[in-house]
């Protein structure tokens, strides 16, 4: 009998392994997956931030190139779904493809919008501005696309709400750990859930205003860092009302637990 019990019993320890091992495989491959985005997300803010920052105060490296090829693209037609001779307006829009000989080879320029193209034609020395080998200025006109609805962009504005709710889950979660570390108090999940939704919330609004202020404005190359810091900044104060009311009541430890969006 006690071998039979013991038998079902591994079973039954095997069986309640399997569940558990896959939460951990999905929990990593998630924390992978954020990882990454944020270290994506990261790299073309401090490229656009560098960008910005070396054209204002005239840090590009110069060099003078010749233009090798001119090639215009023109879109055209009628806005609010006219057609010729219907209600809708008439709009056309022209960029134009650059390749510049420069030095010991050759560089394209994408997207070079009217204004500046219009000036280029094959066989003309012109002076770039250069960051990290890249095209970013011609003739002191900006050619660099920044920000852009390419495939990285748009998958980056798209999950940024995703992103903003993992950051901000992350700085809770450290702040949490370090008052817990300090023998203040102890806080479980359900404290931290409050300032994390809050702090998603604010960072998601800011985020919103953000991308309907670039329909009237350009918005600052950094723009990723205010909805992160403004969410950010909301959950830690709120956050820090949770730890002086638990305070001022001492209650039995809480249990602990990983953050909360980061265990979703």
């Known amino acids: 009998m006690s071998d039979t019990s013991e038998a079902g019993a ?36 401090y490229e656009e931030t560098a960008v910005a920052l070396a054209r204002s105060n005239g840090s590009l490296d110069t060099a003078v ?3 090798t090829e001119v090639t215009s693209h023109t879109v055209s037609g009628y806005s609010g779904g006219g057609r010729a001779g219907g209600g809708g307006a008439f709009f056309s829009h022209t960029d134009f493809t650059v390749r510049l000989a420069l030095g010991d080879g050759h560089k394209t320029v994408d997207k070079v919008e009217e204004r500046a193209g219009r000036d280029l034609w094959e066989g003309r020395r012109v002076q770039v501005g250069l960051w990290h080998g890249r095209v970013v200025e011609i003739e002191g006109r900006n050619v660099w696309r920044g920000w852009h609805f390419g495939a990285l962009d748009v998958t980056l504005v798209v999950l940024m709400p995703l992103i903003t709710g993992y950051l ?45 202020r ?13 909805p992160v810091g403004a969410g950010a900044t909301v959950a830690l104060v709120l956050l820090g009302a949770v730890i002086r009311r638990h305070a001022r ?8 637990g990983a953050d909360t969006l980061a265990q979703a």
């Open 10 to 45: 591994g079973v039954g320890a095997s069986a309640e392994t399997v569940p558990a091992m896959g939460r951990r495989v999905r929990r990593a491959v998630f924390r992978l997956v954020m990882a990454v985005l944020i270290l994506l997300l990261a790299g073309r803010t």
């Open 65 to 67: 190139a010749t233009v």
């Open 168 to 212: 901000v889950s992350l700085a809770v979660s450290a702040a949490a750990f370090l008052t817990a570390r300090a023998g203040r108090v102890r806080l479980g999940r359900d404290d931290r859930f409050g300032p994390c939704a809050l702090g998603w919330a604010v960072g998601v609004f800011v985020l919103l205003a953000l991308l309907m």
């Open 214 to 226: 670039t329909a009237f404005a350009d918005v600052p190359a950094y723009w990723p860092a205010f």
């Open 249 to 256: 009541t001492p209650t039995e430890d809480a249990p602990g």
